[in-house]
């Protein structure tokens, strides 16, 4: 299966703490994504880093990508309460034009 | 307008009914989703449509019948629906079905089948 795998499943910290979450997949990719879910609702796109691209800052946010390892990470410094949600990564497998999503990480910032 | 729209929010239905899931877009995306996702579970994949035909069928039982009246519009048609189609229904869209779009997702309709 495509489907990436994210770890931790689930992860609790402070606010003001970095946040680190992560991706790996099994096949090659063009792109990979991070989405965010609010409880129960829909996703909200987060960044897109392609696959010959190895890092990528949006505002707090912070994307790594190793194709050599097929895996990915998403930083989120100076956590807020805001930030509670799970997050996924979504991965194309090349020539699929497809996203699958992977398990995702449910975050959880304490005030 | 960078917004992706369903209704209903909620739906609860038997298994005999018929019933149906609609989505609109207004932002000239030419690509349209749905997804399928129970809880603390990923989004998994249902339907692509590409302007306006039928481009991905993730084996999907024909119980869900998608429709795509229109580049704005996309419903998802249910009948004889089980328990285990229970989960939430998510609609997204996209500029085009090329890889390396971003997505809009919209609230989704969380169903229930009885």
């Known amino acids: 299966s495509q489907q990436g795998e994210e770890d931790p499943q689930a992860l609790s910290i402070q606010e003001g703490e970095n946040a680190t979450m992560n991706c790996s997949y099994k096949?090659?990719?063009?792109?990979l994504q991070w989405y965010r879910q609010n409880s129960g609702r829909g996703l909200v796109h987060l960044i897109l880093?392609?696959?010959?691209?190895r890092e990528k800052h949006s505002g707090r946010l912070r994307v790594t990508l190793d194709t050599s390892k097929k895996s990915s990470s998403l930083l989120i410094t100076a956590s807020r309460a805001a930030d509670t949600a799970s997050y996924f990564c979504?991965?194309?497998?090349?020539?699929?034009?497809?996203?699958?999503f992977g398990t995702g990480t449910r975050l959880k910032v304490l005030a | 307008d960078t917004e992706v729209t369903q209704t209903p929010k909620h739906l609860v239905m038997g298994m005999t009914n018929k019933k149906s899931l609609k989505c609109e877009q207004h932002?000239?995306?030419?690509?349209m989703y749905w997804y399928k996702q129970k809880a603390k579970k990923p989004p998994e994949l249902m339907f692509v449509?590409?302007?306006?035909?039928?481009?991905i069928n993730e084996s999907v039982p024909s119980r869900f019948s998608p429709e795509c009246p229109n580049s704005s519009l996309l419903n998802l048609h249910l009948h004889a629906l089980q328990p285990e189609d229970s989960a939430l229904y998510l609609c997204?869209?996209?500029?085009?079905?090329?890889?390396?779009?971003?997505?809009?997702f919209g609230p989704g309709t969380r169903l229930t089948v009885l």
């Open positions: 997204a869209s996209s500029q085009d079905r090329v890889v390396g779009n971003e997505q809009f």
């Open positions: 096949t090659s990719i063009n792109n």
């Open positions: 880093i392609r696959s010959n691209e």
């Open positions: 979504a991965t194309d497998a090349s020539g699929t034009y497809k996203y699958i």
């Open positions: 932002m000239g995306h030419r690509a």
């Open positions: 449509y590409s302007y306006e035909k039928l481009s």
